[in-house]
């Protein structure tokens, strides 16, 4: 008959009946054999609480009771047994101290003794206990002693397997080096959140920027490393919420506290500020960088991977417009991302299908008209043929592919065009190329420069790098203050763009220091005798002769424009008052005709020796300026203004 017992519930065991119902069958089948007497398995956590599995016959009060209670020295039975790490027998359950806040639950159902025993794993540790209750006040008999031991062996098998099964499910939903709720884990919690009260939760999703350029650097040890600090960062901010990591360099966060949800900024602040600190890694330091997507349930959202789907987007947009900052999620956002992607799209086309053009404004001295050199502007010609300037599709240099590739082609282009005008004679200076973020964070943007203007034997000292503002600042990144300094000490020239629009200031040029500054169109074009705007630039041009930095003047539109600023002592510009943007036909007659040449005062050429603080400044002489100067009417982008073509 026992042999009978222990097969049935070993069975079940190997067929993988879920562990209550297995204990539950086995303490069925013990009633069965020992009448008048009630079993009870139950489980003991590694944090010392006890869960009840099965008590078919005890008061489910009783049950309830013991849930979630410590074990501990006067625990009833059951508790006692697995604190003393021994079987405890209490033959007067009204009597015996161990039972005194448990023992109303039992005495009314006539229960007056009871023997439990610990159930040991395979390492010695107690992880359940086995228990008979009497309804005599007495010992345990022979008899059940010998079925209590095949059981409590039964219960160890079932206990065990179970626990695999556990370790399996928590290997599957754990991320291993994080020790976080993995991906799968996520969509299991996203799923059971509910959509009914907007307002109730929220779900953040962060992004840990440059992860890949650490693992290049550093080492993966090192990123590891990196991802197990954050992980617990994150994880001490949000508490008593929760973080999962979905993979990668990516975390999430479901909100659900109140004042979390009520504040997301608030919240994400803490959390940037929180994974910024600065942090060991392998014997490295290293300033951890995040990004942040937040979106919070609203009505109208059915269901949570509505609110997923606009966190990603949130993301997206945060990435794209500014790595480490923090954007929510807003309707319009989805419709931007859209219009985003379709540019990046056509972009990516135009590219392949050599679509891809380099166009040339001149950049001229204003006291004779001389061309000194050239800004390289990008341009895409659409298949029905017109051109397309590099503002319509400005955003496609937000994707890190298409802007390395678009940087490519421009650098083979213009690497080109330089080439044969230096064959043709012209007695060539420099040329601008613009550098896009994505750029700087590439890791090989010299290599590429380098391999590209090498392929047509093109010497590096005609080439100006031009960053703007807000490139320049690098939304607070050290990578491309770092980059800079590496360009200019390999002998590149940089040039900040668009000079005045953003935060950069004369203080910025004191740590990353450029060699050209381009002062931006929105003060050329309001300048006036007497105006603030022309004590700025008067006072910009001063500090910046003394600092050896070119100025050039962009957006010169009028010959008033270039007097005033000829008159405070500006020497460089470009606008349409001498031309457009044009191909590189009509770039190569501008030069052929305009070049300066090398023979000449050598004080304006950006390709010689920097301006220093006690050269003085050129007497305007007017050479070539026309009477008038306006904006072309035409925006067909070969137009060379009537002021040009009269120098």
Sequence with gaps: MLLLFQNKILEMIATGVSLDITAERLCHELELLLPEVACSVLRVEDSGLLYPLAAPSLPEKFSGLIKGLMIGPNVGSCGSAAYRREAVVVTDIERDPRWSAFKEHVLPFGFKACWSVPIYNAEGAVFGTFALYFKQKRMPREREKQLVSASIHLCAIALQRHDRVLERERRASIDALTDLPNRSSFDAALSRLSCDEPGTWALMVVD?????????????????????????????????????????DEFAVILQETGAVADLRGTASRILDAIGIVTSCCGHMIQPRATIGAAALTPGDHDAETVHRHADFALYHAKETGRGGFVRYWPGIGTTIKDRIEVIHDVDIALSEGRIEAYYQPIVRLDSGEIVGMEALCRLRKPEGNIVSAGAFHQATTDVDVAAKLTQGMLALVAADVRAWLEAGIPFQHVGINISSADFHSGTLYDRIKAAFGRENVPLKHVVLEVTESVYLGQNNPVVAQEIKALRAHGLRIALDDFGTGFASLTHLLTVPVDIIKIDKSFVSQLQLGDRGMAIIEGLLSIARKLGIHVIAEGIETEDQAHLLQEIGCELGQGYLFSAAVARESATALLLKHAQQHGLDKRQRISGPPLRSNTSRLKPKHVGLPKKGVRPASKDADHVTPALRAL
Excluded: S
Excluded at 229 to 243: E, G, L, Q, S, T
């Design 208 to 248: 840990l920027d440059n992860l890949k350029m650490i693992n290049d650097t550093f080492g993966h040890q090192a990123g590891d490393e990196l991802l197990q600090n954050v992980a617990r960062r994150i994880k001490m901010i949000v508490r008593p919420d929760h973080v999962f990591r979905l993979g990668g």
